[in-house]
C-alpha cells in the first residue's frame, strides 16, 4: 500500500525532556508505536524511534495518537513513571487540546457535546469497521469547542476531549455537521477509507479530501507531576497551516 509520502521524512522531535519522561511532537503518518501490518510497507513509530535514538529501552507511551494525527505525545522513562501516568489518565488529570480544521462554519463560538459513542456497526452506509457514531448504548463522551477563526466555508477548531474514546473528536465534529478536512472516515465521502485501503494515498484522493491525513493537532498537553503543573505546546504543523492560510478570511 502506497501510504508513505514525503511527509513522513519530519521526523519526531522532543519538545520537553524531564528526568521521568519526554514530551515528543509527533509527526503527521507516524505511529505512536510499532503495529504489525501484513502489508509490505513499514510505517514508522515514535516509540521505536526514540528507543533507538535514546538508548532507552523502557520508553513507554501512556496515550496514543493515530497515525494521521499530529503533536504532543508523552513517553515515560521507567516503570515508576509509567504506573504514576496510568494514573494520571485513568484518573482524568492530563489536560489535552487539539486544533482541528473542519468544512462547514458553526453558529456558535463554544460549544460542549455529551453525545455518547459506539461502533457504528457494518452494513450497506458502512464499510468501515472501526467507524464510530453517536449511538443511544454508546460509552459516555463529552468533548468541549471552541471555534476560533472562519475561512472561506472553513472554520478552525479547538477541542478538548474530557473522554478518551475512540475517533471521539472527529466522531462528535461529524455528528455536528462538520467534519474534518482530510478525513477518511469521518468526511463526507464515506467510502474514502476503503478507497485509501485499495489504493494508497493517491494524489487525486488527496486533492478530493484537501490533505493527505486528518486536519487534527494535538497542540496542548498539561498535567500535574512532582508538585509542579508541567505545560507542553505545539503549534500548528506546516501543512495544517499551508492550507489554512491558504483559504481566504471572512469578512
Given at each position: 500500500m502506497g501510504d508513505l509520502t514525503a511527509s513522513t521524512?519530519?521526523?519526531?522531535?522532543?519538545v520537553t525532556e524531564h528526568p521521568d519522561f519526554y514530551i515528543v511532537h509527533k509527526p503527521a503518518l507516524w505511529l505512536t508505536h510499532r503495529v504489525h501490518r501484513g502489508g509490505r510497507v513499514e510505517v514508522p513509530d515514535v516509540l521505536g524511534w526514540m528507543q533507538r535514538e535514546t538508548g532507552e529501552p523502557d520508553l513507554s507511551p501512556p496515550h496514543r495518537l493515530d497515525?494521521?494525527?499530529?503533536?504532543?505525545l508523552v513517553l515515560s522513562r521507567d516503570t515508576d513513571a509509567a504506573r504514576r501516568f496510568f494514573t494520571l489518565f485513568k484518573t482524568h488529570l492530563v489536560g489535552k487540546s487539539y486544533l482541528a480544521i473542519v468544512r462547514g462554519t458553526p453558529d456558535w463560538e463554544r460549544r460542549t457535546l455529551d453525545a455518547p459513542l459506539g461502533d457504528l456497526g457494518l452494513g450497506a452506509a458502512n464499510r468501515v469497521l472501526m467507524r464510530q457514531a453517536v449511538v443511544p448504548n454508546g460509552r459516555p463522551a463529552?468533548?468541549?469547542?471552541r471555534m476560533l477563526e472562519k475561512r472561506n466555508g472553513h472554520a478552525?477548531?479547538?477541542a478538548h476531549?474530557?473522554?478518551?474514546?475512540l475517533h471521539?473528536?472527529?466522531?462528535?465534529?461529524?455528528?455536528?455537521?462538520l467534519p474534518m478536512v482530510g478525513d477518511?472516515?469521518?468526511g463526507p465521502e464515506r467510502d474514502a477509507f476503503v478507497e485509501f485501503i485499495e489504493t494508497g494515498q493517491t494524489p487525486e484522493l488527496t486533492a478530493r479530501l484537501g490533505l493527505e491525513r486528518q486536519a487534527l493537532h494535538a497542540a496542548r498537553i498539561a498535567f500535574p507531576w512532582a508538585g509542579a503543573q508541567m505545560v507542553a505546546e505545539a503549534e500548528l504543523p506546516g501543512d495544517m497551516a499551508g492550507f489554512w492560510a491558504a483559504l481566504e478570511p471572512e469578512v
Amino acid at each position: 500500500m502506497g501510504d508513505l509520502t514525503a511527509s513522513t521524512l519530519e521526523k519526531p522531535r522532543i519538545v520537553t525532556e524531564h528526568p521521568d519522561f519526554y514530551i515528543v511532537h509527533k509527526p503527521a503518518l507516524w505511529l505512536t508505536h510499532r503495529v504489525h501490518r501484513g502489508g509490505r510497507v513499514e510505517v514508522p513509530d515514535v516509540l521505536g524511534w526514540m528507543q533507538r535514538e535514546t538508548g532507552e529501552p523502557d520508553l513507554s507511551p501512556p496515550h496514543r495518537l493515530d497515525r494521521e494525527t499530529s503533536g504532543l505525545l508523552v513517553l515515560s522513562r521507567d516503570t515508576d513513571a509509567a504506573r504514576r501516568f496510568f494514573t494520571l489518565f485513568k484518573t482524568h488529570l492530563v489536560g489535552k487540546s487539539y486544533l482541528a480544521i473542519v468544512r462547514g462554519t458553526p453558529d456558535w463560538e463554544r460549544r460542549t457535546l455529551d453525545a455518547p459513542l459506539g461502533d457504528l456497526g457494518l452494513g450497506a452506509a458502512n464499510r468501515v469497521l472501526m467507524r464510530q457514531a453517536v449511538v443511544p448504548n454508546g460509552r459516555p463522551a463529552i468533548t468541549d469547542f471552541r471555534m476560533l477563526e472562519k475561512r472561506n466555508g472553513h472554520a478552525l477548531i479547538e477541542a478538548h476531549p474530557r473522554s478518551g474514546r475512540l475517533h471521539q473528536i472527529r466522531a462528535h465534529l461529524f455528528h455536528l455537521g462538520l467534519p474534518m478536512v482530510g478525513d477518511k472516515i469521518y468526511g463526507p465521502e464515506r467510502d474514502a477509507f476503503v478507497e485509501f485501503i485499495e489504493t494508497g494515498q493517491t494524489p487525486e484522493l488527496t486533492a478530493r479530501l484537501g490533505l493527505e491525513r486528518q486536519a487534527l493537532h494535538a497542540a496542548r498537553i498539561a498535567f500535574p507531576w512532582a508538585g509542579a503543573q508541567m505545560v507542553a505546546e505545539a503549534e500548528l504543523p506546516g501543512d495544517m497551516a499551508g492550507f489554512w492560510a491558504a483559504l481566504e478570511p471572512e469578512v
